[in-house]
């Protein structure tokens, strides 16, 4: 196996990070510029179909994590300050995203295409700052074993699809 290939597949803390801040749908930078042009008039119905947002709603990420990380009904008042974070996170992105739909992708220079990316980057790193703010006062108040089930769940994310 090559160092690259072994450097591609393996668990790093790196790809921790992005699974963690994905489970936690901090944003939706997957693929910021795929999304940001999803709504293309020039596309055709099938290729807007094919890059159409298709993943749960911020909504639906705050449910789902709720019942994984067994939220307390004692819990509930720094749970909700975590599902707040998810929620302005998402619109913060949101925004971003409509700002970014004002021309499409093949209008924009590679240096400009450079900026875009960057200007998404910087959104997620600011939401992941927030989400990881609120949720260290959340995990500090759990027992033990709640934290090592949140500790499997985050290490767990985005790992059931490929295996």
């Known amino acids: 196996m090559s160092s690259l290939t072994h450097l591609i597949t393996a668990r790093s803390p790196v790809a921790r990070s992005f699974a963690i801040a994905a489970l936690l749908g901090a944003t939706i930078l997957a693929n910021p510029l795929t999304a940001a042009y999803a709504a293309d008039p020039n596309k055709s119905a099938a290729a807007q179909d094919a890059t159409s947002m298709q993943g749960e709603t911020v909504e639906q990420r705050i449910t789902a994590l709720h019942t994984e990380l067994k939220i307390t009904p004692e819990e509930d008042t720094k749970w909700n300050d975590v599902a707040q ?3 302005e996170n998402a619109k913060k992105m949101e925004r971003l995203v409509a700002e970014k739909r004002t021309s499409a992708p093949q209008e924009k220079t590679a240096v400009e295409d450079l900026k875009t990316y960057s200007e998404f980057a ?3 790193i600011d939401g992941l ?10 995990y500090r108040a759990m027992p033990d074993g709640q934290k090592k089930n949140a500790d499997t769940v985050f290490q ?8």
């Open 85 to 87: 974070a998810m929620r």
């Open 122 to 124: 910087q959104a997620h």
């Open 129 to 138: 700052k927030n989400l990881t703010s609120s949720f260290d006062v959340l």
């Open 156 to 163: 767990n994310y985005g790992h059931q699809a490929s295996n």
